[in-house]
């Protein structure tokens, strides 16, 4: 991970940003906070990756960037998220992005899931940018002074992403028969990874005031998604509930072969700088 973005028109999160939140808030995360700020930049620093496959193939040009751009952001919250999970146990941002394998990764099930078609991918943004736009705005009364200022930085950008991915599923719900019928699709496939979102783990419990009770975003997530769903003619979907278990290391299918492709250089060249 580059040492060297710079803030961009969504206000980027960038290196001496993050270093002068770490020592203005608090040297180093306790444990519980650290694997709490693990969960949210593993979900934010896989959902990057899988976005960062659109670079060069998007069905536009202006697509191409909008979805570049997001996946910057997301790094830039990551960034943050491990670089501040990592000081507790003396790792950079690197060591857990690169050196760790499938069972101690954090992320839920949602920003696993593979792009497929762009009404897919749409999907899915759909979702997760309501859902990190909830939570980041939550997050910024946290106790905890280090994650509020990350959130208050993150929820700008987020922000953007959810207005993005509103306007496709408008396009797309509401173009030709075949745009419409890929996103009914795409949601109906990525629905049941919902539920894991709003799961409350033991570990909030121990977090009370530092960390936002997953379980608390679900109305606000709902009531803003829902009236989307309705403009766009599209139904909530029904059906089964993944079991998750991502907070706990039990990982659908698609993580190991995305980690597989972020990890390769790194694990190729260990030590090396670029």
Request: no cysteine.
């Amino acid at each position: 991970m580059s040492d060297t973005i710079e803030q961009d028109a969504h206000g980027h999160v960038d290196t001496i940003q993050l270093s002068a939140e770490l020592v203005e808030a608090a040297s180093v995360a306790s444990h519980d906070v650290a694997e709490y700020a693990l969960w949210l930049g593993d979900d934010s620093l896989v959902l990057a990756q899988n976005l960062g496959w659109w670079i060069s193939r998007a069905p536009e040009l202006e697509e191409d960037i909008a979805l570049g751009n997001i996946a910057l952001d997301l790094i830039g919250h990551a960034r943050s998220l491990l670089h501040y999970a990592g000081a507790e146990s003396g790792r950079t941002e690197d060591d857990l992005a690169y050196w760790r394998d499938e069972p101690q990764w954090r992320s839920a099930h949602l920003f696993e899931q593979p792009n497929g078609d762009f009404a897919h991918t749409i999907a899915r943004q759909f979702i997760a940018a309501h859902y990190l736009f909830e939570l980041y705005s939550a997050l910024m009364q946290s106790t905890d002074a280090t994650l509020a200022a990350i959130a208050a930085k993150a929820v700008k950008e987020v922000d953007y992403h959810r207005d993005h991915s509103i306007q496709w599923v408008l396009r797309l719900a509401l173009g030709t028969e075949e745009s419409r019928r890929r996103m009914i699709t795409g949601l109906s496939d990525l629905w049941p990874f919902v539920e894991e979102l709003f799961v409350d783990e033991p570990l909030i419990d121990r977090l009370e005031g530092a960390a936002v009770r997953p379980s608390s975003l679900r109305g606000a997530v709902e009531a803003a998604m829902f009236p989307v769903l309705a403009e766009a003619e599209l139904d909530v979907p029904r059906g089964f509930i993944s079991s998750g278990g991502g907070r706990r290391g039990d990982h659908s299918e698609n993580l190991g072969p995305m980690l597989a492709e972020l990890q390769v250089l790194a694990r190729a060249h260990p030590g090396a700088k670029w």
